[in-house]
C-alpha cells in the first residue's frame, strides 16, 4: 500500500474508517436487548463480529439471485422466470451436498482451532475438500447429460421447460465449484474469521451480477447468459479460497487465519467417518428444503404461469430476508463449537441462549422492512408494472415475512446441535414440517379433489376426497408451515440439553469408543 499515491491511500484509508452499516444495525438490535436484559452485551460484539460479514455475504448471494431472476424477467419474460425457478431446486442440490460436507467441516474445525490443535484441523479441511468433489461431480455430470427431462419432470410448460433445461445444462457445470465454496466459507469461520470468508464470497457475488449484466444483456445470451456468470464467479471464489488456504492470504483479501499443507492426507479415516456422521443429517435437512421445491413447482404448475413464476420471486425475496440465520446460525456453531473443544458446555449454553434472541429480533426487523416495501421490490421482476403475476407475489412475500420470523427460532436453536455434532433432530423437524404440513397444503390450495387410488393385490379403491377450496391459502400457510415447525422441535431439543453429551464424542481427542 506504500507505493500507492498520497492521496489514494487517504482516501482508502477514509473508507476503511466508516462506520460499518451492517455491523452498527445487528449491535444496535443486540444492545437494545442487552438494555432490557434479554442478552449479555459481551457476547452481543463476539456475535455480531462473527455474523455480520456471514449476513452480508448472504444478501451478497441471494441478491445476486434475485437479480439474476430480475434480469431474466425483464430481458426474456415470464416463461424464462418460470423455467430458471424450475431449474432452481437441481442447483440447490450443490448447497444441499456442499452444506452437509460444509456442516461436518465448522463442527470439526471449530473445536480444533480453540484446542489448537492444527494437525487435526488440516486433516478435517483436506478430508471435507475430498469428499465433497467426490459427491458434487457425479451430479453436474448429470444435469449436463440430462437437463431436458430433469425440467420436463415438473412442466408441462414447453417454453418455461426448454429455458429451463438451458440454464440447468449450463449451471450444473458450476456444481463442485459451489459446493467447494460452502466448506472454504466454514473453514473461515470455523476459526473465528467469517470477515475474510465474506470478503471473498460477496467478491463472487459482485462478479456474478456483473457478469450476469453483460452477457444477458450485453452479449443477448439470456437465461444460458445468467449461467455462465453464476459458474464463473464461483470458479473465482474457489480460486480466492484455494490461494489464501494454502498460503495464509490472497490477493485483495488479506491474511487467512490458518495455513492448510495441500500435500498432506485426504484418506483419514476418522476425520471421513466424523464429517459422515455429522454431515449427513445436515445435508439432508438442507436437502428436504431443496427437494421440497419440486413437489411444490409441479403443485405450483397447476395454479398457472403466473403463479408460477410469482412463487419464484417471492422465494428470491425469502432468501434474502433469510440472510440473519446465515450469520447467526454459523455464529452459534462457531461460538458453541469453541466453547464445547475447551470443555466449557455451561458457557456454550448461554452463546446458544442469546444468539436465538438475537436472531429473532432481528428477522422481524428483516420481515417488517420487507414487508413495508413488498409491492415496489416484486415489481423489480417484472417487465411490466401491469404484468400478472406482481399481485399474487406480493401476497405471498407478505405470507413469507410472517413465517421467516420463526426461521429465526429454527435456525438459532439448530446451530448449537449442528456444532455438537447432534444434527437429526433439526433434519427431522424440517422434514416434518416441509413434507408432512407444508406442501400437503400446497396440494389442498391446487385441487378441489385427492383422486380414487386403486390397491393393488387388494382389490380395494380408496375413494376420491373433496378437498376445502382455499386458493391460493393453500401456498400462504405452506409458508408458515415449513417455519413454524422446526422452530418448535429445534428449541425444545436446545432446551433438553442432550447436544452437550453427544458433543463429547466429537471434542479433540475424541476416540471411536468415546
Not at 440430462?146 to 414447453?158: G, M
Not at 470477515?195 to 452477457?215: C, D, E, K, P, W
Not at 445470451?221 to 455462465?228: D, L, T
Request: hydrophobic share 55%; charged share 15%; aromatic share 10%.
Amino acid at each position: 500500500m506504500s507505493r500507492l499515491p498520497s492521496s489514494l491511500r487517504a482516501l482508502i484509508s477514509y473508507v476503511a474508517d466508516l462506520p460499518n452499516p451492517f455491523r452498527a444495525l445487528i449491535l444496535y438490535i443486540g444492545f437494545a436487548l442487552a438494555r432490557i436484559g434479554l442478552i449479555d452485551r459481551h457476547r452481543v460484539v463476539r456475535t455480531s463480529d462473527l455474523a455480520w460479514p456471514r449476513i452480508v455475504t448472504g444478501i451478497a448471494r441471494m441478491s445476486k439471485n434475485a437479480v439474476d431472476v430480475a434480469m431474466v424477467g425483464v430481458a426474456v419474460g415470464t416463461s424464462a422466470v418460470a423455467g430458471v425457478g424450475f431449474a432452481g431446486p437441481y442447483w440447490g442440490l450443490a448447497f444441499a451436498l456442499g452444506g452437509g460436507v460444509a456442516g461436518g467441516t465448522i463442527a470439526l474445525v471449530s473445536q480444533r482451532y480453540s484446542a489448537e490443535a492444527f494437525v487435526e484441523l488440516g486433516d478435517a479441511v483436506r478430508s471435507s475438500v475430498l469428499l465433497v468433489i467426490a459427491i458434487s461431480v457425479p451430479v453436474s455430470g448429470a444435469f449436463w447429460l440430462y437437463a431436458p427431462a430433469f425440467i420436463d419432470a415438473l412442466s408441462s410448460n414447453e417454453a418455461a421447460i426448454a429455458y429451463g433445461a438451458d440454464y440447468l445444462r449450463v449451471v450444473g457445470l458450476g456444481v463442485p465449484f459451489a459446493a467447494l465454496n460452502l466448506v472454504g466459507s466454514r473453514v473461515l469461520v470455523g476459526c473465528d474469521d467469517a470477515y475474510t470468508a465474506m470478503r471473498v464470497r460477496a467478491g463472487g457475488a459482485v462478479a456474478n451480477i456483473v457478469l450476469s449484466a453483460l452477457f444477458i444483456f450485453g452479449l443477448g445470451w439470456g437465461v444460458e447468459g445468467a449461467a455462465v456468470g453464476t459458474v464463473l464467479s464461483n470458479v473465482l471464489a474457489v480460486a480466492g479460497f484455494t490461494v489464501g488456504l494454502v498460503r495464509g492470504s490472497a490477493p485483495l483479501v488479506g491474511e487467512f487465519p490458518v495455513a492448510i499443507d495441500p500435500a498432506g492426507s485426504y484418506l483419514n479415516p476418522e476425520m471421513l467417518r466424523d464429517l459422515v456422521e455429522i454431515g449427513v443429517p445436515v445435508g439432508a435437512r438442507n436437502l428436504v428444503w431443496t427437494a421440497a421445491e419440486f413437489p411444490m413447482l409441479a403443485i405450483l404448475d397447476v395454479f398457472g404461469e403466473n403463479t408460477v413464476a410469482a412463487f419464484v420471486i417471492a422465494r428470491r425475496i425469502w432468501g434474502i430476508m433469510n440472510t440473519p440465520g446465515w450469520g447467526f446460525g454459523l455464529a452459534s456453531s462457531s461460538l458453541v463449537g469453541q466453547e464445547l473443544g475447551v470443555e466449557r458446555p455451561d458457557e456454550a449454553e448461554a452463546y446458544a441462549r442469546d444468539i436465538i434472541r438475537f436472531s429473532v429480533a432481528t428477522y422481524a426487523v428483516s420481515a417488517v422492512l420487507i414487508a413495508v416495501f413488498a409491492t415496489d421490490i416484486v415489481s423489480l421482476f417484472a417487465q411490466s408494472p401491469d404484468s400478472p403475476e406482481i399481485p399474487i407475489a406480493v401476497n405471498l412475500v407478505y405470507a413469507a415475512c410472517a413465517a421467516v420470523i420463526f426461521q429465526g427460532i429454527s435456525g438459532g436453536a439448530a446451530g448449537p446441535l449442528d456444532a455438537a455434532g447432534d444434527t437429526k433432530i433439526p433434519f427431522a423437524s424440517q422434514f416434518l414440517g416441509m413434507f408432512c404440513v407444508s406442501i400437503p397444503l400446497a396440494y389442498v390450495g391446487a385441487h378441489s379433489s385427492t383422486p380414487a387410488i386403486d390397491l393393488p393385490l387388494v382389490g380395494v379403491t380408496v375413494p376420491e376426497v373433496a378437498l376445502p377450496a382455499i386458493g391460493l391459502w393453500g401456498l400462504y400457510l405452506a409458508f408458515m408451515a415449513e417455519t413454524t415447525i422446526p422452530a418448535a422441535i429445534n428449541y425444545l431439543r436446545f432446551r433438553s440439553g442432550k447436544w452437550k453429551k453427544i458433543s463429547e464424542a466429537y471434542r479433540p481427542g475424541a476416540t471411536a469408543d468415546d
